[in-house]
């Protein structure tokens, strides 16, 4: 089991709860609607994580292409969907994307070894 | 016709013809990578258009926005995936993603309006 | 009546009902939540709104000052406390806050000169 | 006494000498600003490390939330004020701040475990 | 005489004097550094201004790129320089760049056609 | 020899030939325009590895900033260069840049260490 993976999951599993412990309206509303977003819709489920891991990419946040990239990976996704989508998001947000997609390379592989 | 769809092709491509004339290698690269990166390949061309997009939105840049919504529409997306993928951006992005959602729905809206 | 605010205020409200009348539930949750995070609670209105000010900011969202600058304004914070919340913004921000400075200020005198 | 936050504060110490030992005007001068532009004025000293706190938030720098964090306990704020202001940030600047506000309830945490 | 550089300096010089004229010293000293921080020193005036053309192109301000855009014009750097520059910036930022890059070049036409 | 630079490299080049060995065409081309980028042409090398640098501090990249410093220490650049053009950096990107204007130090003296 890739303890990158495992690691990432357990901090984000801990604080969430902390989080949502505090009963701020407002956080939990969103955290809900995080949720609720990537529903199938109109849209359907692997194209929304594909928006959701664009749009994470490009803001540059690590955690959030990491979670996205777990649901991806769920949701069916292969290697070469993933990396077409993320070459987008590099060429829109520029190379200050690029360290990112080595951890993004890095997080996938773990991925998929923990299925080995 | 609508003049907000017009104007803002007619500079564009006024201000392209006057960049690419300039002969700077590395920006004639990016321009073609641009063209390049929506074609299709692992994704559909419909499903990169909306990446485009939402990669767009996020990073709050009306002008890249508006051409994305106007590609997306060439490619045969609807009003309700638009949206959809536009309330992934707001929801990532945030409230502050909310002032270009109203110039979207305009763009869009001038789009629609062109055809009829 | 100053023409800055009015014409603000009406392509916000024109585009905010086209928005909402698209029945998205995403986009609408966070038009909801945007009402209630302002709402006083554990830190008053007016705090609040030197918040949603100050994150505008720095996030250089015209409109979304703008927005803040007339709620805080209604609110009863005066212009000390405004300009002294804007130069915290403008430390944190660096210099690429200035041009939002400039219309800032623009806005607030539009404020104050439309109750003269 | 916390490692968390201990760590912080000593790197953040040792760094800032290095760089203000190297007498750059500019650097200096905005090491002095930041700090008088927290203390009271229009505006009293718990809601100026509150726009503090926001700001960096939303500009998503972890190191800048904990510097904040920290001022702000030391200035009395409550937990509950202080989410109520995360809270806000979370909703203007979006998903993507969540992975921060995680790292945020860690350090505050941290904070008041110092004390007990 | 060019109208786009004309009125971009007339606001800027108003709405400063209108800024600077309230007396906020944070905001006063930020404004005073950003005079300080372009002169010759261990670099000289035109790499210096080249610096505070890209910074404000990664970060996609349109009157920070115009400001330097002039005072890189009037430092006596070329357009091969200021368009070497530029490009470097569209490359770490990325295709979010190149709208500004649109309106950047006009901004130097304008500039160039000012002398002539 | 400096475990914060060495790790720093290893790391990256790893990654980077991952990700060049999947041949996705887009990611690619921008790896190759970072080299051609750079190069002298109507600008030297050194004022590029400059603009380079600053373009990632105000961009709150720390993985490009250490690779811009490392290039500009190759380059011959001394520190009060880069510290001069990183102060321009901080000016324009406001205190969020100064965590990593800490981690830019720290590197930058892991470089000089090295040689001796």
Redesign the interface.
């Known amino acids: 089991m890739s303890d990158l993976v495992n690691e990432f999951n357990a901090?984000?599993e801990k604080?969430?709860e902390?989080?949502l412990g505090?009963d701020?309206?407002?956080?939990k509303?969103?955290?809900n609607?995080?949720t609720?977003?990537?529903q199938a819709?109109?849209?359907d489920v692997k194209?929304?994580e594909?928006?959701?891991l664009?749009?994470?990419a490009?803001?540059?946040?690590?955690?959030?292409i990491k979670y996205h990239l777990e649901t991806a990976y769920k949701a069916g996704l292969?290697?070469?969907?993933v990396?077409?989508?993320?070459?987008?998001?590099?060429?829109?947000?520029?190379?200050?994307?690029?360290?990112h997609?080595?951890?993004a390379?890095?997080f996938w592989?773990a991925l998929e070894a923990q299925d080995n």
């Open positions: 901090y984000r604080m969430n902390r989080i505090d701020n309206k407002v956080i509303r969103i955290f609607l995080d609720n977003a990537y819709g109109a849209l194209t929304k594909l928006l959701g664009v749009a994470s490009v803001l540059r946040c690590d955690d959030c292969n290697r070469a969907e990396v077409e989508a993320l070459s987008i998001a590099t060429l829109v947000g520029g190379t200050i994307v690029i360290p997609l080595r951890r390379y890095e592989d």
